[in-house]
């Protein structure tokens, strides 16, 4: 697979977040027919029916008995007549909504009544060149259904009439609920830089006008053109026979038939090269950035090994330009926040090559300008050092190694996907083993050199065009930006200078540490140490991801340690703790002198302790403990981190209340536990209070002392996950045995008795989100609180049906259900929708409606069934999961209700009954504790909608 060049792609804020850099309707056969230089993976069986429909099929064992199915339909947005803008993606939601043999509202139910989630395993997408199509299957014997539901969007949805117009307003509430500052950035930015092009006019999302008003035969006449075998591309990875799959397969689709009027691809047209020129996008919402870019003409690379080659190069180039500007982004006083360069295909309509760089501020546009162009420059006349490109190979090695040790841990959804990536970019799909085979025989033919030759490739002799997104108006407007950025591009610029060489010196944190005591708890695979200074280490060796071991290192009380009158600390600690380095490494040392290792300075805030974690392998677990026990003994707090905190001041306050969605993920928390102020987002005055010396005193109190509790879940032993720890957190000297209590920061409480919260945003005026919260219990042992997550799940599908497919009211209706961890007695269910604001009492209204039925015991067995099985369905797969397990497992050493919540959870589920769930509703969806919740738009963003 051409791996190399998903690296290299733009990112496209879209409708969805699937990447879309490919050509429409596919050549003929598969790119192995086309391209000889790599063999294809021997484990895909590839084939081709009569009808022209193609499909690939591979077994895999991960996760155990399931089925991942996808199919791709080479035809998106770009494929739209003027007057059918839109109706590609208005098309894939009517794939749910009727075919010949599945009435409108059946498919999900059918499917759910087997154990697919709507969302977690039901799904699609659309885009600029596909629509895909995906299935999930918990029980891979059941693939024959999967596929018929695949063949019914394949040729046999009927659209009718009444059931496209009751799904307009779901589309146009997809729409809003998209919209905001970045898509608009996106969007302006598009128009710019692919101007005579059909991509920036058939955005996936489409015109509301069309999607209002488009009779059925448009919708008709795109379906029958476009939604053809020979555009078809279907995959089918997992726990299955490929024979009988094969067999499946063709029984299903062989008669779909091709039609003799059949679609043809658009002209994509050819961009506007417009060297030097200057576009200004006003958007008060957004941190302000310039980026420069140079467009070419699209032309097809064959998949050859001399291509990936310079993909190779030109991702090393890549490699060294970002590490130069991240190291100026965190320099204390940096203009910018943040910069990257990148290049890639939009379609088969440009290839743009692009550096960006974000501002602190308004005002210091041109330092970012100056910035993005100089480095641009001193890469483009100088090229790199011997010793940065020798760090960026080490890192670029080490990425092909960990793929092909790691190969067994991709899951049949992650196989099927880069099936399909590789088919949809015409490249030979290649095993990790015969990738990393490939690099180790051209990289004596890599260096810094050829690396500069293909960077120059990319950007051309052309002087860039320049796009300035600004939160401020800029004085002189692009005539100021025009003749500043023709100064700085005269200005001179200096070749690199070496760097010091750094060497990794943390090898000795004192005497071995000793086990005093360990417990093998044989039914979950769980290793418990004590080691005689106090730290605790559970070990679970897996080989759920083959060739990769998770580390997470507890320590301290975390959000509970945080001095409520102090919001906004963790953001000081998280962004000064690590980036202020070591004290005998900085950021930029620190790089170098762990290049070509997998390691990693993961670091998060959590409820109830500080933690690292990274992922490593069983040969870099050692060091990979070592990184973390320096962090723990010896953090150098440099001010360049808090100081890069402070200067992102602008961006975070810009954008804060620029959509509900931004206005309830700063205040939700804070509303739902009852105004606590330890849950308050910082107001602009007391961001500026934040300091490095306060980050330090809570993060230096929990290093010195607290209890230690190390989880290594992974394909390892519990031999090495032992010896690892004991040279080194087991070295030092003795600390807690236990967290302290800390009873009074754990006392929280849900708001009392009914009552309404208005909040308000400031974006688009049609924006809002209406919510219903009620509280119930705290985790407990899990099973009351497994309980409720049916009951959710039961409120899910019928938010779904009530209020998307009945009222048309909204794309997105969804549950919150969470009950604490962490905080006894804490708990909260909710019903949550975007919709527009004069609708959003009728949707609460109809979300308590849907409540009180569910409380009156108003749950027929169906509902329930198809509520509960995908939970059952799923848990074997979400428990045959690294992450699942630390989690899990996170605090298990000092409260030994995690383990029972463990051993426990999916009988839980499976013993759960109706009658269980009808008195659990009835407890607690009581409408006299519900908080009503509106998210609306400012009074004066609606006074200024008034025409």
Do not use: C
Not at 47 to 73: D, F, H, S
Request: aromatic residues 8%; hydrophobic residues 40%; charged residues 25%.
């Amino acid at each position: 697979m051409r791996r190399l060049t998903k690296a290299l792609l733009v990112s496209l804020i879209a409708l969805s977040a699937q990447p879309a850099l490919a050509q429409i309707a596919p050549l003929p056969g598969f790119p192995q027919d086309r391209y000889k230089d790599f063999k294809p993976d021997p484990a895909v069986t590839y084939g081709i029916l009569p009808n022209g429909m193609r499909y690939a099929i591979k077994k895999w064992p991960t996760p155990k008995g399931e089925v991942a199915i996808r199919l791709r339909i080479a035809a998106g947005s770009l494929n739209e007549e003027d007057n059918q803008s839109g109706l590609a993606h208005f098309l894939e939601h009517m794939a749910f909504n009727g075919s010949e043999n599945v009435p409108e509202s059946e498919f999900d139910k059918i499917l759910a009544r087997e154990g697919l989630a709507f969302g977690p395993d039901t799904n699609a997408y659309t885009s600029w060149d596909e629509t895909v199509y995906q299935l999930d299957m918990p029980k891979a014997e059941r693939l024959e259904l999967g596929l018929s539901m695949m063949r019914e969007t394949a040729g046999r949805l009927t659209l009718n009439p009444e059931a496209i117009d009751r799904e307009r307003g779901i589309i146009q509430s997809e729409e809003r609920a998209r919209e905001n500052p970045g898509f608009r950035q996106f969007r302006a930015f598009a128009a710019q830089a692919l101007d005579g092009t059909r991509i920036p006019s058939r955005f996936p999302i489409g015109d509301m006008k069309v999607v209002r008003e488009a009779p059925r035969e448009r919708f008709v006449d795109l379906y029958k053109r476009f939604y053809t075998p020979q555009r078809a591309f279907l995959v089918v990875v997992g726990d299955v026979d490929p024979k009988a799959a094969e067999a499946l397969i063709k029984a299903q689709f062989a008669n779909w038939e091709q039609p003799k009027d059949a679609g043809k691809d658009p002209n994509l047209g050819t961009p506007k090269r417009e060297p030097g020129s200057v576009k200004i996008f006003l958007e008060p919402q957004l941190a302000t950035a310039v980026s420069l870019f140079n467009v070419k003409p699209y032309v097809a690379k064959p998949d050859t090994s001399a291509n990936r080659r310079e993909d190779l190069l030109l991702a090393l180039a890549h490699r060294m330009v970002n590490t130069r500007l991240e190291r100026i982004a965190r320099r204390e006083g940096s203009p910018i926040t943040s910069a990257s360069i990148s290049s890639g295909a939009w379609f088969d309509a440009a290839r743009i090559a692009s550096i960006e760089a974000t501002a602190t501020t308004p005002a210091k546009w041109r330092e970012a300008l100056d910035i993005a162009d100089g480095e641009l420059r001193r890469a483009l006349s100088f090229g790199f050092t011997a010793d940065e490109f020798s760090v960026a190979l080490a890192d670029t090695r080490e990425g092909y190694r960990r793929a092909a040790a790691q190969a067994g841990a991709a899951r049949s959804a992650d196989l099927v996907d880069e099936i399909l990536s590789s088919f949809g970019e015409d490249a030979v799909l290649t095993t990790p083993a015969d990738d990393l085979a490939w690099f180790e025989k051209v990289a004596s033919t890599l260096n810094p050199q050829a690396a500069l030759a293909e960077l120059k490739k990319a950007w051309g002799t052309d002087v860039p065009e320049l796009f300035v997104s600004t939160g401020e108006a800029i004085e002189g407007g692009e005539a100021a930006v025009q003749t500043t950025y023709q100064a700085l591009r005269a200005k001179p610029v200096s070749a690199p200078k070496a760097e010091a060489k750094a060497l990794w010196d943390y090898v000795n944190f004192g005497p071995k540490g000793t086990v005093t005591e360990a417990v093998l708890l044989a039914d979950l695979g769980v290793t418990q140490m004590r080691f005689a200074n106090q730290v605790r280490l559970i070990v679970k060796p897996t080989k759920f991801e083959e060739g990769r071991v998770r580390v997470q290192v507890n320590f301290g009380e975390g959000q509970l340690a945080l001095p409520a009158d102090q919001p906004g600390l963790a953001f000081a600690i998280d962004a000064a703790f690590i980036a202020g380095g070591l004290g005998k490494l900085d950021a930029d040392a620190l790089e170098r002198a762990l290049a070509g290792r997998s390691v990693g300075q993961g670091f998060f805030i959590g409820e109830e302790s500080f933690s690292f974690a990274s992922s490593t392998t069983d040969a870099d677990l050692g060091l990979q403990m070592q990184v973390f026990a320096a962090f723990l003994t010896d953090p150098a707090w440099r001010p360049n981190g808090i100081a890069r905190l402070k200067a992102s001041k602008d961006a975070i306050y810009r954008q804060i209340d620029t959509t509900p969605g931004s206005v309830w993920g700063t205040q939700g928390e804070y509303v739902l536990l009852a105004n606590n102020p330890r849950f308050a987002f910082p107001t602009a005055e007391q961001f500026d209070q934040l300091t490095l010396e306060k980050a330090k005193s809570v993060v230096d109190a929990a290093r010195k002392n607290s209890a230690i509790e190390i989880l290594i879940v992974g394909d390892t032993t519990v031999e090495a996950a032992r010896d690892a720890v004991a040279a080194t957190f087991g070295a030092l000297p003795a600390r807690l045995a236990t967290p302290p209590a800390l009873a009074e920061a754990r006392k929280v409480e849900f708001p009392a008795g009914r009552g309404t919260t208005i909040l308000n945003h400031k974006g688009r005026p049609d924006q809002s989100l209406a919510m219903v919260y009620w509280p119930m219990r705290d985790y407990g042992d899990g099973r009351e609180a497994r309980g409720v997550r049916i009951l959710t799940a039961i409120l899910q599908n019928r938010l779904t049906e009530v209020i998307r497919e009945e009222l048309g009211e909204t794309y997105s209706p969804g549950v919150d259900w969470a009950p604490s961890r962490v905080y006894p007695g804490y708990g909260r269910i909710g019903a949550l929708a975007e919709v527009k604001p004069e609708d959003s009492d009728k949707v609460i209204a109809a979300m308590e409606a849907i409540a009180a039925d569910l409380a009156a015991g108003k749950i027929e067995d169906d509902l329930f069934q198809r509520a509960r099985r995908p939970l059952i369905a799923d848990f074997d797969e979400t428990t045959a999961n690294n992450p699942w397990w630390l989690g899990a497992l996170d605090q298990a050493s000092f409260d030994r209700q995690r383990l029972v919540r463990i051993r426990e959870a999916k009988d839980h589920y499976a013993s759960t009954t109706l009658e269980d769930v009808k008195a659990l509703a009835k407890r607690y969806l009581d409408p006299s504790k519900a908080r009503l919740i509106k998210v609306l738009p400012t009074p004066a963003t609606k006074e200024a909608q008034k025409p």
